[in-house]
């Protein structure tokens, strides 16, 4: 081997094993070069929707310090009636498992009006997930999943959530699903 090639192998191989170590400090498939939330996102096929005006009297997202608190929020966009009702009665677990998968897409919206950079985001550390169900309902969390299964899809490892998923008697306007959301962002 020349001479003048070690030097360059062995920047080569250090700047390897660097990278490797920056990524194992990030966690289990962490790869800190190739983070991009948004480019995830466009090889998923999604487009974040404009963030919507809240119905009532509160903030979509509020932000304290590294942490973003994400209020509770249904799919976004024109809900026809084959679309709204109770999982158990109207609505399928896929059909809710799809609309949770919209309302991360929203949250997801309402998270980038917030903070301008997807890659930001340090971990999803919470979802709260509510379930619009019949008494007998019990796949609450395979109904959620929609969303859980998408964040871990855009994020990778700092998608992994601590979670609920819960049923309500009801929800506003008859939405299937409604979730909040917290996560942390990089310092």
């Given amino acids: 081997m020349s001479t003048l090639l070690k030097p360059h192998l062995i920047v080569f191989l250090a700047l390897l094993v ?16 190739a983070f991009d939330p948004e480019a995830r996102l466009a090889e998923l096929g999604i487009e974040l929707p404009a ?17 973003v608190f994400l209020s509770g929020m249904g799919p976004c966009g024109e809900m ?10 109207e609505r399928s677990v896929e059909d809710g498992y799809r609309a949770a998968r919209r309302t991360a897409v929203c949250l997801l919206a309402a998270l980038k009006a917030e903070v301008g950079d997807l890659k930001k985001v340090r971990r999803i550390v919470r979802v709260f997930g509510m379930v619009n169900a019949t008494p007998d309902f019990t796949q609450h969390p395979q109904v959620i999943n ?16 601590a979670r609920a998923a819960v049923g309500m008697a009801s929800l506003p306007f008859n939405i299937p699903v409604e979730i909040e959301m917290q996560v942390e962002l990089e310092p």
């Fill in 80 to 89: 026809g009636p084959g679309q709204l009702g109770k999982l158990g009665a």
């Fill in 18 to 33: 660097i990278s490797q170590l920056a990524c194992a400090a990030q966690g289990p498939g962490a790869n800190i070069f």
């Fill in 146 to 161: 929609g969303a859980s299964d998408l964040l871990v899809a855009v994020f990778g490892e700092r998608g992994r959530h």
């Fill in 51 to 67: 963030s919507s005006p809240p119905v009532a009297n509160y903030v979509p997202a509020v932000r304290s310090g590294n942490w």
